[in-house]
Protein backbone atom coordinates (compact mmCIF):
# COMPACT_ATOMS: atom_id res chain seq x y z
CA UNK A 1 0.00 0.00 0.00
CA UNK A 2 0.84 3.65 -0.18
CA UNK A 3 2.65 5.83 2.55
CA UNK A 4 3.11 9.33 0.56
CA UNK A 5 2.27 7.71 -2.86
CA UNK A 6 5.12 5.14 -2.74
CA UNK A 7 4.32 1.57 -2.53
CA UNK A 8 5.21 -0.23 0.61
CA UNK A 9 4.92 -3.34 2.44
CA UNK A 10 5.10 -3.84 6.38
CA UNK A 11 8.36 -6.01 6.38
CA UNK A 12 10.85 -7.42 3.75
CA UNK A 13 13.93 -8.89 2.88
CA UNK A 14 16.65 -6.42 1.79
CA UNK A 15 18.87 -9.03 -0.28
CA UNK A 16 21.52 -6.49 -0.80
CA UNK A 17 22.58 -6.04 2.53
CA UNK A 18 21.04 -9.51 3.59
CA UNK A 19 18.45 -7.42 6.25
CA UNK A 20 15.09 -7.75 7.13
CA UNK A 21 13.54 -4.10 7.40
CA UNK A 22 10.26 -3.13 9.04
CA UNK A 23 8.27 -0.49 9.55
CA UNK A 24 8.36 0.69 13.42
CA UNK A 25 4.93 0.76 13.74
CA UNK A 26 5.36 2.79 17.29
CA UNK A 27 6.46 5.50 16.01
CA UNK A 28 3.43 6.47 13.70
CA UNK A 29 1.70 8.37 12.48
CA UNK A 30 4.37 11.03 13.89
CA UNK A 31 7.37 9.15 12.26
CA UNK A 32 8.09 7.08 9.24
CA UNK A 33 11.29 4.86 10.16
CA UNK A 34 12.31 1.78 8.36
CA UNK A 35 14.51 -0.07 10.92
CA UNK A 36 16.22 -2.68 10.35
CA UNK A 37 16.14 -6.38 12.43
CA UNK A 38 19.71 -7.81 12.29
CA UNK A 39 19.36 -10.77 15.15
CA UNK A 40 16.58 -13.05 16.67
CA UNK A 41 16.98 -10.90 19.78
CA UNK A 42 16.16 -8.30 17.71
CA UNK A 43 12.72 -9.88 15.99
CA UNK A 44 11.66 -11.07 19.58
CA UNK A 45 11.78 -7.30 20.76
CA UNK A 46 10.31 -5.91 17.95
CA UNK A 47 7.12 -8.36 18.61
CA UNK A 48 7.07 -7.77 21.95
CA UNK A 49 7.20 -4.08 21.83
CA UNK A 50 4.42 -4.07 19.01
CA UNK A 51 6.93 -2.66 16.47
CA UNK A 52 5.46 -4.88 14.41
CA UNK A 53 2.09 -6.25 15.25
CA UNK A 54 -1.47 -7.82 14.01
CA UNK A 55 -2.07 -11.11 13.76
CA UNK A 56 -0.47 -12.05 10.06
CA UNK A 57 2.20 -9.84 10.15
CA UNK A 58 3.38 -11.30 13.67
CA UNK A 59 3.67 -14.81 12.22
CA UNK A 60 5.46 -13.85 8.72
CA UNK A 61 7.59 -11.51 11.43
CA UNK A 62 8.01 -14.71 13.20
CA UNK A 63 9.65 -16.97 10.11
CA UNK A 64 12.00 -14.34 8.99
CA UNK A 65 13.00 -14.09 13.06
CA UNK A 66 13.94 -17.66 12.81
CA UNK A 67 15.74 -17.26 9.32
CA UNK A 68 17.67 -14.97 11.91
CA UNK A 69 18.48 -16.96 14.91
CA UNK A 70 19.71 -19.97 12.22
CA UNK A 71 21.87 -18.16 10.01
CA UNK A 72 23.88 -17.79 13.69
CA UNK A 73 23.09 -21.23 14.93
CA UNK A 74 21.65 -23.64 12.61
CA UNK A 75 21.55 -26.89 15.04
CA UNK A 76 19.35 -25.42 17.29
CA UNK A 77 15.24 -25.28 15.91
CA UNK A 78 13.60 -25.88 19.45
CA UNK A 79 15.22 -22.71 21.39
CA UNK A 80 14.00 -19.94 18.66
CA UNK A 81 11.10 -21.10 18.01
CA UNK A 82 10.21 -21.38 21.80
CA UNK A 83 11.56 -17.78 22.13
CA UNK A 84 9.44 -16.33 19.13
CA UNK A 85 6.11 -18.24 19.97
CA UNK A 86 6.57 -16.71 23.73
CA UNK A 87 6.45 -13.18 22.46
CA UNK A 88 2.67 -12.76 22.22
CA UNK A 89 0.08 -15.49 23.22
CA UNK A 90 -3.19 -14.67 21.35
CA UNK A 91 -2.46 -14.30 17.59
CA UNK A 92 -2.45 -18.39 16.84
CA UNK A 93 -0.66 -17.34 13.31
CA UNK A 94 2.56 -17.18 15.22
CA UNK A 95 2.23 -20.66 16.47
CA UNK A 96 0.89 -22.01 13.32
CA UNK A 97 4.03 -20.44 11.37
CA UNK A 98 6.80 -21.92 13.97
CA UNK A 99 5.16 -25.41 13.30
CA UNK A 100 4.82 -25.51 10.14
CA UNK A 101 8.62 -23.95 10.10
CA UNK A 102 9.50 -26.35 12.55
CA UNK A 103 7.85 -29.42 10.61
CA UNK A 104 9.77 -28.38 7.09
CA UNK A 105 13.03 -27.26 8.60
CA UNK A 106 13.90 -30.41 10.52
CA UNK A 107 13.38 -32.11 7.59
CA UNK A 108 16.73 -30.21 5.99
CA UNK A 109 20.19 -30.90 6.78
CA UNK A 110 21.63 -28.73 9.25
CA UNK A 111 23.96 -26.76 6.65
CA UNK A 112 20.58 -25.96 4.50
CA UNK A 113 18.28 -24.79 7.37
CA UNK A 114 19.04 -21.16 7.40
CA UNK A 115 18.36 -20.39 3.56
CA UNK A 116 15.27 -22.86 4.10
CA UNK A 117 13.85 -20.89 6.71
CA UNK A 118 14.54 -17.87 4.69
CA UNK A 119 12.62 -19.50 1.39
CA UNK A 120 10.03 -20.00 3.74
CA UNK A 121 9.61 -16.98 5.83
CA UNK A 122 9.52 -15.15 1.97
CA UNK A 123 6.94 -17.33 0.56
CA UNK A 124 4.63 -17.04 4.18
CA UNK A 125 4.83 -13.09 3.06
CA UNK A 126 4.18 -13.53 -0.51
CA UNK A 127 1.19 -15.99 0.82
CA UNK A 128 0.20 -13.04 3.03
CA UNK A 129 0.17 -10.76 0.16
CA UNK A 130 -2.02 -13.05 -2.02
CA UNK A 131 -4.29 -13.80 0.89
CA UNK A 132 -5.03 -10.67 1.97
CA UNK A 133 -6.08 -9.43 -1.35
CA UNK A 134 -8.22 -12.55 -1.70
CA UNK A 135 -10.05 -11.58 1.82
CA UNK A 136 -10.61 -7.98 0.41
CA UNK A 137 -12.15 -9.22 -3.17
CA UNK A 138 -14.06 -11.32 -1.25
CA UNK A 139 -15.40 -8.83 1.09
CA UNK A 140 -16.01 -6.15 -1.60
CA UNK A 141 -18.45 -7.98 -3.40
CA UNK A 142 -20.60 -8.40 0.25
CA UNK A 143 -20.51 -4.24 0.31
CA UNK A 144 -21.28 -4.20 -3.31
CA UNK A 145 -24.45 -6.41 -2.55
CA UNK A 146 -25.14 -3.99 0.50
CA UNK A 147 -24.67 -0.68 -1.52
CA UNK A 148 -27.11 -1.83 -4.21
CA UNK A 149 -29.12 -2.87 -2.00
CA UNK A 150 -29.39 0.53 -0.64
CA UNK A 151 -29.91 1.68 -4.01
CA UNK A 152 -26.80 2.26 -5.12
CA UNK A 153 -26.69 5.88 -4.34
CA UNK A 154 -23.15 8.58 -3.90
CA UNK A 155 -24.42 8.48 -0.01
CA UNK A 156 -21.23 6.85 1.70
CA UNK A 157 -21.42 3.40 3.00
CA UNK A 158 -20.75 4.06 7.17
CA UNK A 159 -18.63 1.10 7.72
CA UNK A 160 -17.58 1.30 12.00
CA UNK A 161 -13.95 -0.08 12.41
CA UNK A 162 -12.00 -1.49 15.48
CA UNK A 163 -8.26 -1.74 15.80
CA UNK A 164 -6.17 -1.60 12.97
CA UNK A 165 -7.23 -4.58 10.74
CA UNK A 166 -4.79 -2.26 7.55
CA UNK A 167 -2.14 -3.62 5.82
CA UNK A 168 0.49 -2.59 8.74
CA UNK A 169 -1.51 -6.03 10.62
CA UNK A 170 -0.43 -7.47 7.21
CA UNK A 171 2.29 -8.00 5.08
CA UNK A 172 0.41 -5.81 2.39
CA UNK A 173 -3.49 -4.98 2.18
CA UNK A 174 -4.80 -5.92 5.39
CA UNK A 175 -7.95 -7.94 6.34
CA UNK A 176 -11.15 -6.06 6.69
CA UNK A 177 -9.53 -2.93 5.61
CA UNK A 178 -8.32 -4.78 2.28
CA UNK A 179 -12.39 -5.07 2.01
CA UNK A 180 -12.33 -1.51 2.14
CA UNK A 181 -9.22 -1.09 -0.50
CA UNK A 182 -10.84 -3.02 -3.11
CA UNK A 183 -14.66 -1.49 -2.05
CA UNK A 184 -13.09 2.19 -2.89
CA UNK A 185 -11.15 0.91 -6.10
CA UNK A 186 -14.88 -0.37 -6.97
CA UNK A 187 -16.09 2.96 -7.01
CA UNK A 188 -18.50 2.47 -4.00
CA UNK A 189 -18.21 5.36 -2.09
CA UNK A 190 -17.51 5.16 1.37
CA UNK A 191 -16.82 6.87 5.16
CA UNK A 192 -14.75 4.88 8.11
CA UNK A 193 -15.52 5.37 11.44
CA UNK A 194 -12.32 4.58 13.35
CA UNK A 195 -12.21 3.57 16.72
CA UNK A 196 -9.29 5.27 18.66
CA UNK A 197 -8.71 1.72 20.11
CA UNK A 198 -7.26 2.18 23.61
CA UNK A 199 -4.53 1.89 24.80
CA UNK A 200 -2.60 1.11 21.94
CA UNK A 201 -4.77 3.61 20.00
CA UNK A 202 -4.10 1.70 16.71
CA UNK A 203 -6.94 3.05 14.99
CA UNK A 204 -5.47 6.55 16.10
CA UNK A 205 -2.46 5.90 14.81
CA UNK A 206 -2.31 3.52 12.28
CA UNK A 207 -5.80 2.75 10.90
CA UNK A 208 -6.56 6.90 10.29
CA UNK A 209 -2.98 7.19 8.57
CA UNK A 210 -3.70 4.29 6.74
CA UNK A 211 -6.87 5.22 5.33
CA UNK A 212 -5.73 8.76 5.15
CA UNK A 213 -2.85 7.64 2.56
CA UNK A 214 -5.20 5.82 0.97
CA UNK A 215 -7.57 8.57 0.01
CA UNK A 216 -10.35 7.17 2.12
CA UNK A 217 -12.70 9.50 4.10
CA UNK A 218 -12.91 8.36 7.38
CA UNK A 219 -13.69 9.72 11.31
CA UNK A 220 -11.61 8.77 14.94
CA UNK A 221 -14.13 8.61 17.35
CA UNK A 222 -13.05 7.72 20.49
CA UNK A 223 -13.61 4.03 22.27
CA UNK A 224 -17.32 4.72 23.20
CA UNK A 225 -18.56 6.46 20.50
CA UNK A 226 -20.00 3.42 18.16
CA UNK A 227 -23.16 2.81 20.11
CA UNK A 228 -24.52 6.01 20.05
CA UNK A 229 -23.65 6.02 16.38
CA UNK A 230 -25.99 3.16 15.70
CA UNK A 231 -28.68 4.24 17.48
CA UNK A 232 -28.95 6.88 14.94
CA UNK A 233 -28.53 5.35 11.97
CA UNK A 234 -24.98 6.35 11.32
CA UNK A 235 -23.35 2.66 10.98
CA UNK A 236 -24.75 0.43 7.92
CA UNK A 237 -22.10 -2.60 9.29
CA UNK A 238 -18.91 -3.22 11.40
CA UNK A 239 -16.48 -4.52 9.84
CA UNK A 240 -12.82 -5.98 11.58
CA UNK A 241 -10.59 -8.33 12.32
CA UNK A 242 -9.36 -11.61 14.28
CA UNK A 243 -6.46 -12.81 15.98
CA UNK A 244 -7.63 -15.98 16.47
CA UNK A 245 -11.01 -17.77 15.71
CA UNK A 246 -12.05 -21.27 16.69
CA UNK A 247 -13.93 -24.26 15.10
CA UNK A 248 -17.33 -23.02 16.38
CA UNK A 249 -17.18 -19.02 14.96
CA UNK A 250 -15.95 -16.78 18.02
CA UNK A 251 -13.78 -14.59 17.14
CA UNK A 252 -10.98 -12.99 19.11
CA UNK A 253 -9.70 -9.34 18.49
CA UNK A 254 -8.57 -6.12 19.92
CA UNK A 255 -10.33 -5.04 23.70
CA UNK A 256 -13.43 -3.75 22.66
CA UNK A 257 -14.51 -5.75 20.06
CA UNK A 258 -17.09 -7.46 21.93
CA UNK A 259 -19.26 -4.37 23.17
CA UNK A 260 -19.11 -3.00 19.34
CA UNK A 261 -20.70 -6.64 18.25
CA UNK A 262 -23.49 -5.82 21.24
CA UNK A 263 -24.32 -3.11 20.38
CA UNK A 264 -24.38 -4.20 16.61
CA UNK A 265 -26.67 -6.99 17.64
CA UNK A 266 -28.96 -4.35 19.76
CA UNK A 267 -29.43 -2.13 17.10
CA UNK A 268 -29.71 -4.82 13.95
CA UNK A 269 -26.36 -3.60 12.09
CA UNK A 270 -24.16 -6.65 10.48
CA UNK A 271 -20.89 -7.39 12.24
CA UNK A 272 -18.46 -8.79 9.71
CA UNK A 273 -15.07 -10.66 10.76
CA UNK A 274 -12.19 -10.36 7.78
CA UNK A 275 -9.53 -12.93 8.47
CA UNK A 276 -7.50 -15.30 6.78
CA UNK A 277 -8.02 -19.32 7.56
CA UNK A 278 -4.43 -19.27 9.49
CA UNK A 279 -6.36 -17.48 12.30
CA UNK A 280 -8.60 -20.02 12.85
CA UNK A 281 -7.47 -22.79 15.49
CA UNK A 282 -9.46 -25.74 14.30
CA UNK A 283 -8.39 -27.42 17.90
CA UNK A 284 -10.67 -24.99 19.91
CA UNK A 285 -14.17 -25.09 20.31
CA UNK A 286 -15.33 -22.53 23.13
CA UNK A 287 -13.30 -19.19 22.60
CA UNK A 288 -14.38 -17.20 25.87
CA UNK A 289 -12.44 -20.43 28.06
CA UNK A 290 -10.07 -21.46 25.75
CA UNK A 291 -8.25 -18.46 24.36
CA UNK A 292 -5.12 -17.40 25.97
CA UNK A 293 -5.58 -13.41 26.08
CA UNK A 294 -2.36 -11.66 26.63
CA UNK A 295 -2.04 -9.10 29.46
CA UNK A 296 0.65 -6.25 29.07
CA UNK A 297 2.53 -3.83 30.55
CA UNK A 298 -0.21 -1.46 33.23
CA UNK A 299 2.25 1.37 31.96
CA UNK A 300 0.18 1.29 28.30
CA UNK A 301 -2.82 1.98 30.50
CA UNK A 302 -1.39 4.86 32.76
CA UNK A 303 0.31 6.82 29.85
CA UNK A 304 0.50 8.03 26.60
CA UNK A 305 2.78 9.04 23.75
CA UNK A 306 1.86 11.48 21.01
CA UNK A 307 3.99 15.01 19.84
CA UNK A 308 3.67 18.16 22.07
CA UNK A 309 3.03 22.01 20.77
CA UNK A 310 6.54 21.88 19.23
CA UNK A 311 6.18 18.42 17.54
CA UNK A 312 8.76 16.75 20.47
CA UNK A 313 7.28 13.24 20.96
CA UNK A 314 6.62 13.11 24.65
CA UNK A 315 5.12 10.24 27.32
CA UNK A 316 3.04 11.87 29.90
CA UNK A 317 1.13 10.14 32.63
CA UNK A 318 -2.76 10.40 32.80
CA UNK A 319 -4.07 9.04 35.96
CA UNK A 320 -2.81 9.33 39.58
CA UNK A 321 0.91 8.36 39.97
CA UNK A 322 -0.33 5.86 42.61
CA UNK A 323 -3.12 4.47 40.18
CA UNK A 324 -3.14 0.63 38.94
CA UNK A 325 -4.29 -0.18 35.71
CA UNK A 326 -5.60 -3.40 34.13
CA UNK A 327 -4.24 -4.03 30.44
CA UNK A 328 -6.38 -6.74 28.91
CA UNK A 329 -5.34 -6.61 24.68
CA UNK A 330 -8.24 -9.00 23.41
CA UNK A 331 -11.62 -10.22 23.94
CA UNK A 332 -13.69 -12.70 22.16
CA UNK A 333 -17.10 -12.13 20.41
CA UNK A 334 -19.37 -15.05 20.44
CA UNK A 335 -19.79 -16.49 17.09
CA UNK A 336 -23.96 -15.88 17.88
CA UNK A 337 -22.86 -11.77 17.13
CA UNK A 338 -21.41 -12.58 13.93
CA UNK A 339 -23.13 -12.05 10.79
CA UNK A 340 -20.20 -13.68 8.85
CA UNK A 341 -16.73 -14.71 8.29
CA UNK A 342 -15.01 -12.98 5.01
CA UNK A 343 -12.03 -15.51 4.45
CA UNK A 344 -10.30 -15.50 1.29
CA UNK A 345 -12.39 -18.84 0.15
CA UNK A 346 -14.96 -16.59 0.82
CA UNK A 347 -17.96 -15.35 2.71
CA UNK A 348 -19.41 -18.02 5.45
CA UNK A 349 -21.50 -18.05 8.10
CA UNK A 350 -19.57 -18.25 12.04
CA UNK A 351 -20.87 -21.81 12.46
CA UNK A 352 -18.84 -24.68 12.84
CA UNK A 353 -19.97 -26.82 9.73
CA UNK A 354 -18.99 -23.87 7.27
CA UNK A 355 -15.45 -23.38 9.26
CA UNK A 356 -15.04 -27.56 8.87
CA UNK A 357 -14.70 -26.86 4.86
CA UNK A 358 -11.72 -24.42 5.37
CA UNK A 359 -9.52 -27.26 7.72
CA UNK A 360 -6.41 -27.74 5.41
O1 LIG B 1 -2.32 -5.91 19.50
P1 LIG B 1 -2.32 -5.86 18.00
O2 LIG B 1 -2.16 -4.48 17.46
O3 LIG B 1 -1.34 -6.85 17.41
O4 LIG B 1 -3.79 -6.34 17.61
C1 LIG B 1 -4.19 -6.37 16.27
C2 LIG B 1 -5.61 -6.67 16.12
O5 LIG B 1 -6.33 -6.86 17.07
C3 LIG B 1 -6.14 -6.82 14.73
O6 LIG B 1 -7.49 -6.47 14.68
C4 LIG B 1 -5.97 -8.29 14.34
O7 LIG B 1 -4.62 -8.65 14.29
C5 LIG B 1 -6.66 -8.70 13.12
S1 LIG B 1 -6.25 -7.80 11.66
C6 LIG B 1 -5.02 -8.58 10.87
Given at each position: ?100 ARLLLSGLPVAERAQG ?178 QRDADEVLRMTGLDAD ?50
Open positions: MLVNGRPYRSIWFDSDVQEVQIIDQTLLPHHFEIRSVQSLADMAEAIRAMRVRGAPLIGVSAAFGLYLALRENPVDLDTPIAILIATRPTAVNLAWAMNAALQFALQLAEQDVATCEAIGTQGCNLLEQLWQARGATSEPLQILTHCNAGWLATVDWGTALSVIYKAQARGIPLHVWVDETRPRNQGAFLTTWELQQQGIDNTLIADNTGGHLMQHGLVDLCLVGSDRTTASGDVCNKIGTYLKALAARDNNIPFYVALPVSTIDFELHDGVREIPIEGVRRTISLSHIDARAGNYSFDVTPARLVTALITEQGVIPAEAAAIATLKP
